[in-house]
């Protein structure tokens, strides 16, 4: 449930639903509770030279929202850009990456092919 990890050269193959999967919450829940964490507005770490194919849905799914701030705990701290990088997303069964409410995310290099639906979906830019 947070962005803040490593995602380097993996495979997400045959899933029945989405390949890779984003939703992060505004705090942690459980035991854990504390709003000093934000994960729905932390950075990611890195992701970089990530593959989604076959997968029964989307490649990649951020959802519901993830709006990555200076300060993940602070909105006034203004936006923190996020950067994707190679990401190859083919013959998914719906959209190579599917988005709903997305902050400053930037796609660099990526590579999308033969996917059900749109390549790349964004319902909504939010910010």
Same mark, same amino acid.
């Given at each position: 449930k947070t962005p803040t990890n490593l995602? +380097?050269?993996n495979v997400a193959?045959?899933?029945?639903?989405? /390949?890779?999967?984003?939703?992060? #919450?505004? %705090? !942690?829940?459980?035991?854990?509770?504390?709003e000093s964490l934000?994960?729905?507005?932390?950075?990611?770490?890195?992701? +970089?030279n990530n593959t989604a194919h076959a997968?029964?849905?989307? /490649?990649?799914?951020?959802?519901? #929202?993830? %709006? !990555?701030?200076?300060?993940?705990?602070?909105?006034?701290?203004?936006?923190?850009p996020q950067y994707l990088y190679n990401f190859t997303?083919?013959?998914?069964?719906?959209?190579?990456?599917?988005n709903k409410k997305v902050g400053d995310v930037h796609h660099v290099n990526g590579k999308f092919v033969a996917n059900g639906d749109e390549e790349i979906k964004w319902n909504i830019f939010d910010h």
């Amino acid at each position: 449930k947070t962005p803040t990890n490593l995602w +380097r050269n993996n495979v997400a193959v045959g899933c029945e639903k989405d /390949g890779y999967w984003l939703e992060a #919450s505004a %705090h !942690p829940g459980g035991p854990s509770y504390t709003e000093s964490l934000c994960p729905v507005h932390d950075h990611w770490y890195e992701f +970089r030279n990530n593959t989604a194919h076959a997968n029964g849905v989307h /490649g990649l799914r951020i959802y519901p #929202s993830y %709006h !990555p701030f200076v300060n993940p705990c602070d909105s006034s701290s203004g936006p923190a850009p996020q950067y994707l990088y190679n990401f190859t997303s083919f013959m998914n069964g719906g959209n190579g990456i599917f988005n709903k409410k997305v902050g400053d995310v930037h796609h660099v290099n990526g590579k999308f092919v033969a996917n059900g639906d749109e390549e790349i979906k964004w319902n909504i830019f939010d910010h």
